[in-house]
Every structure is written in structure tokens, then in C-alpha cells.
């Protein structure tokens, strides 16, 4: 069988299913940023991953149709915000409504043009190297223009469909 026809092929599994049993593995929360007409926008993100030192850039995975990702490929850079555990509301914040709705409260300042929250614990700002659409994402990989960590406090881990303190 080809690659073609195994990603062409009917699901074994309902998506409900492949959602209840991925819910199950630990990852990582952050807030995907970026800079939009009307201000700043953003969403809550689990799919980030460390993807070359050389350069150093990352990979991050949205949905396809995210108005986060829409912004992100008009600007050409985004953000990437690792979630302490004192700020895991955010997680949920993000999650839903308007951009407005989303930032509401929250404090940020711009790095290289791009909303970086103050309360992440990590933060790191991309320019976009690549995109590649793959089902119903799209994945940018970014090359890494500016970073921020904060050794203290321990991240938001999301597992089990609730948040966890990292250890």
C-alpha cells in the first residue's frame, strides 16, 4: 500500500474515539500568538515540538481553519507561550470566543512585532521558515528570533482531560 492510499483510506476509528484516547497522553500547554489588524490574537495549543538547533526553530500545528493561523500566515511570525501552572486559566481563556475575549486582561508586550504574554514561563517568537498542510492542520515550522525562560515555575501539563502541574 502507497502513502497515497493509506492517507486516502476510510478511518478505522471515529475521531470522537482517536480524541478520547490522545486525551490520555501528557503534552505540554501553550498560547499560540500573533499580530492581527484589530490587535492581537491568539489560541490554546498542545501540538509544539523543539524541531532543529540549527537553526533553531520549532513546529507547531493548528487547524486549518484557526483565525490564529490566518493572522500568523498574513504576518509572516507568531508566538509561542508555555503556561505556568499560576497562570493555567489562561489555557481555557484562549480556548474560546473572540480575540478580544481572549486578551482580555492579559498582559503582553510586542517582540519582534509579535504578543508575547507576560506570564508564560517560556516564550518564544518565530518567523516562518514552512507550512505544510496535512489533513485538517497546516504546520509551521519556525525559525527562532527571540526566546524567553523563566526557571521557577513548573508548566501546565494536559493529560487525562484535565491540567496537571509538570514535575
Known amino acids: 500500500m502507497t502513502t497515497e492510499s493509506l492517507l486516502s483510506a ?8 482517536f480524541r478520547h484516547a490522545m486525551a490520555r497522553l501528557p503534552t505540554g500547554v501553550a498560547v499560540v500568538t500573533a499580530t492581527g489588524p484589530d490587535g492581537p490574537v491568539g489560541c490554546t495549543v498542545n501540538a509544539v515540538m523543539s524541531l532543529s538547533l540549527r537553526p533553531p526553530s520549532l513546529l507547531v500545528s493548528l487547524g486549518t481553519g ?9 504576518c509572516g511570525s507568531f508566538g509561542v507561550n ?10 481555557g481563556q484562549f480556548a ?25 514561563a517560556v516564550g518564544v517568537v518565530c518567523a516562518i521558515g514552512e ?8 504546520l509551521l515550522a519556525g525559525t527562532v528570533l527571540w526566546t524567553r525562560a523563566d526557571e521557577r515555575p513548573t508548566t501546565v501539563l494536559y493529560g487525562d482531560g484535565q491540567h496537571r502541574v509538570s514535575a
Open 10 to 17: 476510510p478511518p478505522v476509528v471515529s475521531g470522537d474515539r
Open 66 to 74: 484557526s483565525r490564529t493561523l490566518d493572522r500568523i500566515l498574513s
Open 96 to 120: 474560546v470566543g473572540t480575540a478580544a475575549q481572549r486578551f482580555a486582561g492579559v498582559d503582553w508586550e510586542p517582540r519582534h512585532g509579535v504578543p508575547v504574554l507576560s506570564a508564560a
Open 131 to 138: 507550512t505544510v498542510r496535512l489533513h485538517d492542520h497546516t
Open 82 to 91: 508555555v503556561l505556568p501552572w499560576s497562570a493555567r486559566q489562561l489555557a
